[in-house]
């Protein structure tokens, strides 16, 4: 007998791979086909110094995301270890308890963010000299701020879609936004230039796909299993989901503050050479965002069945990851320059020394990715939380350092220093520390009415 949400195969057999890099593939060329596209509609809209503030904009959106995001990671591990471990309701009773807490997410979330963008002199952070006014950014900030905060149910069950290997759904749900967005782009950049309608525009086509997912998710199980509540289990959501939006938070609200060391230092004209490189440098972390959510379900599930994935193997995903990653970002440096030129109608020049330095970010942040989805445990999110915390605080202060002698690219190397050396870090922790490896978020133990009912596929 099984469940409707028994493991279906293998996550990290060659079909859903072949599946996920497929479908991703096509994500991320829409992503780029559109982002190319739109870039001369958008610096002919805003202007140069109006574009440099959507790239700040943008900028933000992951580190506003972050609740849900957190929310997405938690779902994805304990729904994957409820379906390594065999048992009946336990996905709908932790799923539950999931939604339980996003909605107290949302709220706290917004009341937070939303008031903050009118408090904050981000004008004056930003460099000042722009063409759009004070209150129109505040604005911008808070509509953005608002519409990532209702994404944290939707976060939840994108998490449970992975958690499925249903990747290739929400891969081919972002990549439909993406292309509406720029189909609005193109025609809205005829009648307006307004600043807010733009960073709305550009929030709703990075978020679009949370709304969705609830529409798309089913939790399986007795009604019962759902309905009920069980304090140590909402404890443990808690923890996972707290533990894993803090410890993307780190890498996050560094990538984030990039623009705001280098507009200062740089100005406003700099921010917008920054971002189209930005998008450029996509490429060279194309393979981990592919695989990375299929092998964390992966290694969570075999947690939950009692077989943790071994360090060698880990370690040398991360060497594989790693490569393709610079093999991509290589053809990037080579031709990149005239890319750029060609996408601007040459009103930017950039050069090969800011795409290698994001082309040796994204080889150790593609490394460090595969290392930390690997070490998803509750133990391990805690030591991920501490090493990212003390690395970004470095990377931060060697931001500031590196972009008074090397421009815009020096937050880049800073980025790939830090990211390289917590990588080396983590594999050191890992070998010292193998419980990291195999400890589960919600034992089944804590479900007194959970039956097992059918053995996994691993």
Do not use: K
Request: with cysteine; net charge positive; hydrophobic share 50%.
């Amino acid at each position: 007998m099984t469940t409707p949400n028994a493991p279906s195969g293998n996550l990290m057999s060659r079909r859903r791979i072949v599946a996920s890099l497929a479908s991703f593939g096509g994500t991320q060329g829409t992503i780029a086909v559109c982002s190319f596209v739109r870039l001369p509609f958008l610096i002919h809209a805003l202007g140069e110094s109006g574009f440099g503030l959507n790239v700040v904009i943008s900028g933000l959106i992951p580190v506003l995301l972050t609740p849900p995001v957190g929310l997405r990671l938690s779902a994805r591990t304990i729904v994957s270890e409820a379906m390594g471990s065999a048992t009946s309701g336990a996905e709908a009773s932790r799923m539950a308890s999931v939604r339980r807490l996003a909605l107290r997410v949302a709220v706290i979330q917004a009341a937070v963010t939303i008031p903050l963008a009118f408090l904050l002199p981000l004008h004056t952070w930003l460099g000042g000299g722009t063409s759009v006014g004070p209150h129109e950014l505040g604005l911008s900030f808070a509509v953005t701020a608002a519409l990532c905060a209702i994404c944290a149910r939707g976060g939840a069950d994108v998490g449970a879609l992975e958690a499925h290997g249903r990747v290739v759904v929400v891969n081919v749900l972002i990549a439909v936004q993406t292309a509406v967005g720029v189909v609005v782009i193109l025609v809205a950049s005829r009648f307006t230039s307004s600043f807010l309608f733009y960073a709305t525009l550009n929030t709703l086509t990075s978020t679009a796909h949370y709304y969705v997912a609830p529409l798309i998710y089913r939790s399986p199980g007795r009604r019962s299993a759902r309905r009920e509540r069980d304090e140590a289990l909402d404890q443990a959501v808690r923890r996972s989901s707290f533990l894993g939006a803090t410890q993307s938070a780190a890498p996050l609200a560094t990538r984030a503050l990039d623009p705001f060391v280098i507009g200062p230092i740089q100005g406003a004209n700099a921010l917008a050479v920054y971002g189209l490189a930005q998008r450029l440098s996509m490429v060279t972390t194309f393979v981990p965002q592919a695989v990375v959510p299929l092998f964390a379900a992966h290694t969570a599930r075999r947690r939950g069945a009692g077989s943790p994935e071994t360090l060698r193997r880990i370690t040398v995903a991360c060497l594989l990851v790693g490569g393709l990653a610079a093999a991509s970002g290589g053809v990037l440096v080579v031709v990149g320059p005239r890319l750029a030129s060609f996408l601007t109608r040459h009103e930017f020049t950039l050069s090969r020394g800011v795409l290698l330095a994001f082309l040796l970010s994204g080889v150790a942040q593609s490394a460090l990715i595969v290392v930390s989805a690997a070490a998803s445990s509750p133990t391990g999110l805690m030591v991920g939380l501490r090493l990212d915390s003390a690395f970004s605080a470095a990377n931060i202060a060697l931001s500031v350092i590196l972009c008074f002698h090397l421009g815009i690219a020096g937050p880049v190397y800073a980025s790939a220093v830090c990211n390289g050396a917590e990588w080396l870090v983590w594999l050191g922790v890992l070998h010292r520390r193998p419980r990291l490896l195999t400890d589960v978020h919600a034992p089944v133990a804590l479900l007194d009415w959970a039956e097992p009912v059918y053995e996994p596929d691993l």
